[in-house]
């Protein structure tokens, strides 16, 4: 990644609109409005899916069909018309054949803005990209390298067609098609997403990402991640999200599925920057996702999110510790501003002997916005030994915003041992004025402060991708102190 | 280098200054005394410019520039420093990180690069030697779990980094035993030059034995009502305040 310097976020902070709000002109397959069977099976035919695929997203249509849209997050919207949207959207001139030189240089331009190009990112170490503009993955590289260590990482379409047993044993597994309203729907339509497969033993040389991006108008994101550590492998995944500014309200309900056997350890970090609306609370986009992990005997699955985008989220990445001496974990920062809403937390459920989780959340709320912290620590009776330490601190700016935690436990077993701290602090003006006296100007003075105060999340990201998380805090924020 | 005239300055329509007049030349030491309530902090605060305060009349020049429309970083560009009577805590950002952000922001402001790393490093290992800080100290969050000793000592090793034109040392006495008290009052005379100005606000005589004054004012119900040298604080140490302030009343 290139060198960030202090004129750069300079100029960044000049700039007040959303940084990612350019729309690239892209001649697109979009599929009419409207969810019905024959929508579902037009999705699968176009994907060019086997019958088992088409059956598995048939069952899911007919579960979702039956299911209400839940009520129960602190956050208020006008609930999407379902029937007003897309289901399908495809960069025209996609095709996963070709090789990089073939792609639309319009999409090349797209992701240069982004500053992930893949002219940059092939010359790079250490890091392989599937991008997923809309609902195709257009170039996935590196994977050559990681075929030499039998890594296999593809667009989920690709993983239905050429390693189909991998697919059927384990998609919706973690995450049943029944889980809930948004995951019945993702079931049912996803498009894209990826898939990866580490074998035993094998240590990832590099961070796999990927890149989402929401781009046609009108159209949902419905992706679908799968990620298996096999025995004793270890992987790192990032995921990064923008989406173009609009004025209607795009709607983003992804699955992420991850497993991890006996050993293996999976690190999944995400820096979500969806267009969160303007100052007005007008647009944006809803962020609906499903992330649940399975952790085998000695394994490990560590989540890490820094959420600055969206109008609404509704998001908790969840471990369940199924084996024994699993380790789950879960940093969070979230931050919101203007009429933002955020519904965000964990779960982390304990069934093995022995196992232990860690949450450490960070709020962050300013302008008119809403900040939920919602989070499950639940210890089955057969988990003897279980602990849990979870620390929720929510920063305010400003008199309009709100700061909630909602942390729920649930303990069958008495030898449990669940430790919970939270603290709710302001950025106040003595603060503010400290930092002045010494020549830091407002705007560095609260990004220091919020940089402070996210510290323990931010150092768990990969190197650039805190780099690039620290800009996102410093942006969504600014203009917030009146 | 400070110039202070008429200076009427209060809180919510409350005033607090009713009328200070003050000059500090550079290579000065001028020591603010009297008792609680008399302004002396309100006087600090107006000077480094917090918002809160209203100027209702009067000016103050900073090396011959009214500072009446400078922010408070802008002040602090201009080379005023504020040692805080009670300095606030910053969590997760560690002394150094802060000290460093400080000292670029001043540098951005006048146009220059930031500090190289080498030469950063060099002077912080530098200062808290002089200041006796061990370095551990300087990778904690700043004035997090801080002693009262700790935080003044922090106060004046900021000090140290920034090298300011004009010092405000605010009760920097209080808190500290005899031990620490020596170090900062050691650390701040060893800062003082022909070009910079140093104002200790202070209820004691305590740390004028350290840190000796040129001049001595003594403020009382926002007023200087009497100004003279080293001597006055003696004075005030052995009869109080109290025939200041009938002196003050006639």
Known sequence: MSKYTEEELQKELETKEYEYGFYTDIESDTFPKGLNEDIVRAISKKKNEPEWMT????????????????????????????????????????????????????????YKKLGISIDEQKKLQGVAIDI????????????????????????????????????????GTVVPKKDNFYAALNSAVFTDGSFCYIPKGVRCPMELSTYF?????????FERTLVIADEGSYV???????????????????????????????????????????????????????????CETNSKISWTQVETGSAVTWKYPSCVLKGDHSVGEFYSIAVTNNYQQADTGTKMIHLGKNTRSTIISKGISAGKSQNSYRGLVQIASKAENARNFSQCDSLLMGNKCGAHTFPYIEAKNKTAQI???????????????????????????????????????????????????????????????? | MLHIKNLHAGIEEKGILRGINLEVKAGEVHAIMGPNGS????????????????????????????????GPEERAHEGVFLSFQYPVEIPGVSVTNFVKTAINET????????????????????????????RRFLSRSLNEGFSGGEKKRNEIFQMAMLEPKLAILDET?????????????????????????????????????YIVPDFVHVLHNGKIVKSGTKELALELEEKGYDWIKQEATI
């Not at chain 1, 991006?213 to 994101?221: F, V, Y």
């Not at chain 1, 430790?419 to 705007?443: L, M, P, V, W």
């Not at chain 2, 951005?108 to 912080?124: F, N, R, Y």
């Open chain 1, 55 to 110: 059956e598995w997203r048939l069952d899911a249509f007919k579960i979702w069909s039956e299911m209400e849209e839940p009520e129960w997050a602190n956050v208020h919207y006008e609930k999407p018309d379902f029937q007003a949207i897309s289901y399908y959207s495809a960069p025209k001139k996609a095709d996963p054949n070709k090789t990089l030189d073939d792609v639309d240089p319009e999409l090349l331009e797209m």
């Open chain 1, 132 to 171: 997923v503009v809309d609902s195709v993955s257009v170039a996935t590289t590196f994977k050559k390298t990681l075929a030499e260590k039998g890594i296999i990482f593809c667009p989920i379409s690709e993983a239905i067609q050429e390693h189909p047993e991998l697919v059927k044993k384990y998609l």
């Open chain 1, 213 to 221: 991006r929401i781009n046609e108008a009108g159209t949902g994101q």
């Open chain 1, 236 to 294: 790192s995944y990032l995921e990064g999200c923008t989406a173009p500014s609009r004025d209607e309200n795009q709607l983003h309900a992804a699955v992420v599925e991850l497993i991890a056997m006996d050993d293996a350890e999976i690190k999944y970090s995400t820096v979500q920057n969806w267009f969160p609306g303007n100052a007005e609370g007008k647009g944006g986009v809803y962020n609906f996702v499903t992330k649940r992990g399975l």
């Open chain 1, 419 to 482: 430790e919970h701290e939270a603290t709710t602090s302001k950025i106040g003006e003595d603060q503010i004025f400290y930092c002045n006296q010494r020549g830091i100007d407002t705007e560095k003075a609260i990004a220091l402060i919020v940089n402070g105060f996210s510290k323990e999340v931010l150092n768990k990201l990969p190197m650039e991708f805190a780099v690039e998380a620290q800009k996102l805090l410093e942006i969504s924020l600014e203009g917030s102190v009146g």
């Open chain 2, 39 to 70: 302004g002396k902090s309100t006087l600090s605060s107006v000077i480094a410019g917090k918002e809160e305060y209203e100027v209702t009349d009067g000016e103050i020049f900073l090396n011959g520039e009214n500072i009446e429309e400078l």
């Open chain 2, 107 to 134: 540098r951005k402001a006048k146009g220059l690069e930031d500090m190289p790393a080498s030469e950063m490093l060099k002077k912080i290992r530098e200062k808290a030697e002089l200041l006796e800080i061990d």
């Open chain 2, 173 to 209: 006495d209080s808190g500290l035993d005899i031990d620490a008290l020596r170090i900062v009052a050691n650390g701040v005379n060893k800062l003082r030059s022909k070009d910079n100005a140093v104002i200790v606000i202070t209820h004691y005589q305590r740390l004028l034995d």
